[in-house]
């Protein structure tokens, strides 16, 4: 049997809790997994799972060998990417995960970039605005805003993210625009509701960070419905500014309050801990940092008016 195949799929098993997800993961049906895995437990003469028709858990020689199959795995790759990275080879599936908006304005306009250099690297994109567990997604990198709290990640920063005050000039030409911050209370705000405290948006004074509290109209859990918002003319929105690329150019939009410094947040990739970082992983984060270090919008330097 090929141990090491089966090895993986005992992992993504464990993480997962389900023969299904896997199978609908590795496209191939459902009794294979299970299948593999009887055979994985025959051969090593112990069981590893738990089945019942509601649940599936690790048995306490489960939890023993998992730990070894992951070492196993990792070393493999290991060695694999370490003969094919001699001469700067990369190949295989990267999984990524990121928001749908970024995704969208500056990850897939740039892959034809990226296959230029790497022609056998395959992409594998997961887009959702909300954190994922990449260990239980078998995911391989992520795009994260703000602080990474996982402390089991590696995280190598790669940009900026500047929050700017939005809104369209059919709005302002309609409602008014608001002379201070504390006048956001007047209007209709546009909040995403992703994050805590949408309502209360950063202002920067005399080196302090003053929240103002604003009138939200409505509340999006998606970035590019939420900038949909403000280009319709619904209302103000406080949104990075690499969600406006076209900021310069586009002449139905304006930047609000350009005399106060907003709060600027980190952006980083973040990748499961290992002893060898995969090939894959370096290359894309590699081509990431040129490519977002040369836009403006990303590097936190931008002047908008």
Same mark, same amino acid.
């Given at each position: 049997?090929?141990?090491?195949?089966?090895?993986?799929? $005992?992992?993504?098993?464990?993480?997962?809790?389900?023969?299904?997800?896997? *199978?609908?993961?590795?496209?191939?049906?459902?009794?294979?997994?299970?299948? +593999?895995?009887?055979?994985?437990?025959?051969?090593?003469?112990?069981?590893?799972?738990?089945?019942?028709?509601?649940?599936?858990?690790?048995?306490?020689?489960?939890?023993?060998?998992?730990?070894?199959?992951?070492?196993?795995v990792?070393?493999?790759?290991?060695?694999?990417?370490?003969?094919?990275?001699?001469?700067?080879?990369?190949s295989?599936?990267?999984?990524?995960?990121?928001?749908a908006?970024? *995704?969208?304005?500056?990850?897939?306009?740039?892959?034809?970039?990226?296959?230029?250099?790497?022609?056998?690297?395959?992409? &594998?994109?997961?887009? +959702?605005?909300?954190?994922?567990? =990449?260990?239980?997604?078998?995911? &391989?990198? *992520?795009?994260?805003?703000?602080?990474?709290?996982?402390?089991?990640l590696? *995280?190598?920063?790669?940009?900026?993210?500047?929050?700017?005050?939005?809104?369209?000039?059919?709005?302002?030409?309609?409602?008014?625009?608001?002379?201070?911050?504390?006048?956001?209370?007047?209007?209709?705000?546009?909040? $995403?509701?992703?994050?805590?405290?949408?309502?209360?948006?950063?202002?920067?004074?005399?080196?302090?960070?003053?929240?103002?509290?604003?009138?939200?109209?409505?509340?999006?859990?998606?970035?590019?419905?939420?900038? +949909?918002?403000?280009?319709?003319?619904?209302?103000?929105?406080?949104?990075?500014?690499?969600?406006?690329?076209?900021?310069?150019?586009?002449?139905?939009l304006?930047?609000?309050? &350009?005399? /106060?410094?907003?709060?600027?947040?980190?952006m /980083?990739?973040? /990748?499961?801990?290992?002893?060898?970082?995969?090939?894959?992983?370096?290359? =894309?984060?590699?081509?990431?940092?040129h490519?977002?270090?040369?836009?403006?919008?990303?590097?936190?330097?931008?002047?908008?008016?």
């Open positions: 049997m090929d141990l090491i195949s089966s090895f993986r799929t $005992f992992i993504r098993v464990a993480e997962t809790e389900s023969f299904s997800a896997v *199978a609908r993961e590795f496209r191939i049906g459902q009794p294979a997994i299970s299948k +593999q895995i009887s055979a994985l437990e025959e051969h090593l003469g112990a069981r590893l799972l738990q089945r019942s028709t509601r649940s599936l858990a690790l048995t306490d020689e489960g939890v023993e060998f998992l730990s070894q199959a992951r070492a196993a990792e070393a493999a790759d290991e060695a694999v990417e370490r003969m094919r990275g001699r001469d700067g080879h990369v295989g599936v990267l999984r990524m995960t990121t928001s908006s970024f *995704a969208r304005m500056h990850i897939v306009p740039r892959l034809h970039l990226l296959g230029r250099r790497h022609p056998e690297l395959r992409v &594998d994109l997961v887009l +959702q605005d909300s954190v994922i567990d =990449m260990v239980e997604q078998g995911l &391989d990198l *992520a795009i994260r805003f703000g602080e990474p709290r996982e402390p089991n590696i *995280a190598r920063r790669l940009g900026t993210m500047r929050m700017i005050v939005v809104a369209s000039k059919q709005y302002l030409e309609r409602w008014g625009r608001p002379a201070t911050p504390d006048e956001l209370r007047n209007h209709s705000c546009l909040v $995403f509701s992703g994050i805590s405290d949408a309502d209360q948006w950063p202002f920067i004074e005399d080196n302090q960070t003053r929240y103002v509290g604003v009138n939200w109209r409505v509340r999006i859990n998606n970035s590019d419905a939420l900038r +949909q918002a403000v280009l319709s003319g619904l209302g103000i929105a406080m949104m990075p500014s690499w969600q406006f690329p076209d900021l310069w150019e586009n002449e139905t304006e930047t609000l309050f &350009d005399e /106060y410094e907003t709060t600027s947040l980190p /980083y990739a973040v /990748y499961p801990s290992r002893r060898h970082t995969p090939a894959k992983v370096r290359a =894309m984060i590699e081509f990431l940092q490519e977002i270090s040369i836009d403006p919008t990303m590097t936190g330097g931008v002047g908008l008016v």
